[in-house]
């Protein structure tokens, strides 16, 4: 993370105008939502931080994956994030703070989200541009996928760096047989995934497993390998 993304919205905020800083604003997020996952169409809307209409929704041309609504907040304290839970985290969007969440506001979120809040996503610049996949780990890009169609909790740079972490050690260790390893990955992405997306990065460690020699019954965790994603897939045909 090097925080170009961060630097990208505060020139942007910095404009002469009020029209060319949201422009400027929702062009620089619109395109690091689409360099996230390129199977999403990021549909912008025309408001900006309003209370109630995102900014962006996320569509993506698999049935069975919702569209989610994206919100950018100009104010990342956890005094308003939290009414935003509170308001509209029952439809589980993602919210983007366009500042990044400072480490008294994340313990206030965890603390405050209501319980119908606790799909929705939380996070900031500095999280959304670490989890960019990098060009020379294919593997990255499932995680990048999921997070956008499943991500839940707060999220911040370091929470983004360990749930990478995690789906590296996950893919590593089924291909090396190591049950533990793998064990300890899925608890950390399940903290930040919703259930079909941890799932379905469970069920591609299984195939990656089964495919190096790994005896089916001895992987650590229960998967019903039915959601291996089109990303998933396309790694294993030309990358795997």
């Known amino acids: 993370m090097n925080g ?21 604003v929702k ?3 619109a ?20 209370s109630f ?5 996320l569509t993506w041309a698999d049935s069975a994956t919702p569209d989610r609504d994206v919100y950018l907040r100009l104010d990342s304290s956890a005094e308003f994030l ?7 985290g029952e439809s589980k969007p993602i919210f983007i703070g366009l500042s990044a969440i400072e480490e008294d506001d994340l313990l206030a979120l965890q603390e405050a989200a209501p319980d119908d809040a606790q799909q929705s996503l939380v ?12 060009a020379d780990e294919a593997f990255a890009r499932l995680l990048p996928s999921a997070f956008l169609k ?25 291909r090396a047989h190591t049950a533990g390893a793998i064990t300890r990955a899925s608890s950390v992405l399940d903290t930040h995934l919703r259930s079909a997306q941890h ?16 005896e089916p019954a001895s992987f650590p965790i229960p998967t019903s390998l039915s959601g291996v994603t089109d990303e998933g897939l396309r790694f294993l045909l030309s990358d795997g």
């Open 4 to 24: 170009s993304l961060l630097v990208s919205i505060n020139n942007a905020l910095d404009a002469d105008t009020w029209s060319g800083s949201v422009a400027g």
């Open 27 to 29: 062009k620089a997020m």
């Open 31 to 50: 395109n690091a939502l689409r360099e996230l996952d390129a199977s999403a169409s990021v549909v912008e809307t025309e408001y900006f931080n309003h």
């Open 53 to 57: 209409v995102p900014d962006y929704k």
């Open 82 to 88: 939290t009414g935003d839970l509170q308001l509209i």
């Open 123 to 134: 996070t900031d610049p500095n999280a959304v541009e670490g989890l960019v996949p990098g």
């Open 150 to 174: 499943g991500g839940r909790g707060v999220v911040r740079d370091r929470e983004a760096n360990e749930m990478t972490d995690s789906a590296r050690q996950l893919f590593d260790a089924a």
């Open 199 to 214: 799932s379905s990065l469970l069920n591609f460690g299984r195939v990656i497993w089964e495919a190096t020699g790994g």
